[in-house]
């Protein structure tokens, strides 16, 4: 009998490479084998994949159907890796540490991202500007400096931003809130960026 691919894979999440030893078309009942005779291919858009799970996961991009829910919290996910990943916002398992400062992670793509602060890794490139960034967020929050999209608007004054964290610190001026003290001599500040600019300019 020709292996499927799901005897290679702890599960049907996981993203390893599978090699059919014999070249044989055979599907499995759980859709899970290679198919060599042509592709699998989604119903709404030109996806193509060898694998059935693959284009079944990515078809519910399509639908919206989330059909793994947690137990804790009733959250609905569309992959069923992706809900494995959010129970341990519940059980506040951190299985992931950096080999660099031993910090540890819930999920192994965060650990990937963390480790590019000790690597100085920035694979993702602007293509306008050639600036890198470490992470692909940061590069899509870069390209609104050249498109000048602002699509976060603050629902008091109707300002808009192109960061979301930046519109987060705009509104603490109509709240008056002031979370970042300084350590030195006690005074708040309404974002980060404030009380970075305070320490060099006074405590310097």
């Given at each position: 009998t020709v292996p499927t691919k799901?005897?290679?894979?702890?599960?049907?999440?996981?993203?390893?490479?599978f090699s059919c030893p014999t070249g044989e078309l055979v599907e499995s009942q759980r859709g899970t084998q290679p198919r060599h005779q042509g592709?699998?291919?989604?119903?709404?858009?030109p996806y193509t994949s060898p694998y059935q799970t693959d284009v079944t996961r990515h078809e519910?991009?399509?639908?919206g159907e989330k059909p793994f829910r947690c137990s804790v919290c009733e959250r609905v996910?569309?992959?069923?890796?992706?809900?494995?990943?959010h129970m341990r916002t519940h059980t506040g398992e951190k299985p992931y540490h950096c080999s660099v400062c031993n910090r540890a992670f819930a999920v192994i793509?965060?650990?990937?991202?963390?480790?590019?602060?000790?690597?100085?890794?920035?694979?993702f490139r602007c293509e306008v500007c050639q600036k890198t960034f470490g992470k692909k967020d940061h590069l899509v929050t870069h390209k609104r400096v050249h498109t000048g999209e602002k699509p976060y608007q603050c629902c008091?004054?109707?300002k808009t931003f192109s960061d979301q964290s930046n519109l987060l610190s705009h509104k603490r001026t109509h709240s008056g809130e002031r979370?970042?003290?300084?350590?030195?001599?006690?005074?708040?500040?309404?974002?980060?960026?404030?009380l970075s600019r305070h320490?060099?300019?006074?405590?310097k």
């Open positions: 799901a005897a290679f894979w702890d599960d049907g999440d996981s993203e390893s490479d592709m699998y291919e989604c119903e709404y858009c519910r991009t399509h639908t996910f569309a992959v069923n890796s992706n809900l494995r990943n793509g965060t650990l990937q991202t963390h480790m590019r602060t000790h690597t100085g890794e920035k694979p008091i004054c109707e979370p970042y003290k300084c350590e030195a001599c006690g005074q708040a500040f309404g974002s980060k960026t404030h320490r060099k300019r006074i405590h």
